[in-house]
Every structure is written in structure tokens, then in C-alpha cells.
């Protein structure tokens, strides 16, 4: 079984930046794609970006093209996200996602607030 855990989210300043971290407690490559989404109350958990874990295509969602990066590390089976730009409006708890790739089971780490505000 793959356990994820991120780490890395905060109060955060607009305009800053942050990095956020997921490591998965398994092999890397058990792992179709993985992604981060976020949350915030009242709302759908949205995606923000992904990567697949072969070939390393990634997506973006609008509201972070150009200001995000989502990238992964084989080596210590750590998925990372850099944000930079930030805005009020990207507050939420950030969520890290994977799909097993012998079951397509959905992954889910327990989540990361982060917070914009002056």
C-alpha cells in the first residue's frame, strides 16, 4: 500500500512563494500519475496540476498556468509543486493525489493548508 504526505504549506504573503511536498511511502513508479489539488470550504476539490509518473507529461489548471510547476523526484519518491505569484484566492488546503497503477484506486494524502494574506 502507497501512503502519501505533504508538507510544506503555511501563511504565505501575496506575491510570495511556496514549495509543497509529496512523498509517497511506496515505489514511485506503482504510480500512473500523480497531481496536487485544492480545496477550500464549500467547494469542489479541484485540480491544479499533475504529472504522469511515465513520461512526465504535465497539466495545469488556468488559474496557475504560468505560475506553477509541478515536478517529481524518482530518487526519494517525492512529488513537488512550486507556486509563485501568489494570491488571496489560492488559499485552500492542497491535497496530493495518485492513481495505483494496478488497481486505478485513487490515492489521497491527508492535505496541507495553505494561506495568502497580508
Known amino acids: 500500500q502507497v501512503h502519501l504526505a505533504e508538507s510544506g504549506g503555511g501563511l504565505v504573503q501575496p506575491g510570495g512563494s511556496l514549495r509543497l511536498s509529496c512523498t509517497a511511502s511506496?515505489?514511485?513508479?506503482?504510480?500512473?500519475?500523480m497531481g496536487w489539488y485544492r480545496q477550500t470550504p464549500g467547494k469542489q476539490r479541484e485540480l491544479v496540476a499533475s504529472?504522469?509518473?511515465?513520461?512526465?507529461?504535465?497539466t495545469y489548471a488556468d488559474s496557475v498556468k504560468g505560475r506553477a510547476i509541478i515536478s517529481k523526484e524518482y530518487d526519494d519518491n517525492t512529488l513537488y509543486l512550486q507556486i509563485s505569484s501568489l494570491r488571496p484566492e489560492d488559499t485552500a488546503v492542497y491535497y496530493c493525489?495518485?492513481?495505483?497503477?494496478?488497481?486505478?484506486?485513487?490515492?489521497w494524502g491527508s492535505g496541507t493548508q495553505v494561506t495568502v494574506s497580508s
Open positions: 493525489h495518485a492513481v495505483l497503477l494496478s488497481t486505478a484506486e485513487d490515492l
Open positions: 511506496g515505489n514511485i513508479y506503482t504510480l500512473t500519475r
Open positions: 504529472i504522469s509518473t511515465r513520461g512526465g507529461h504535465k
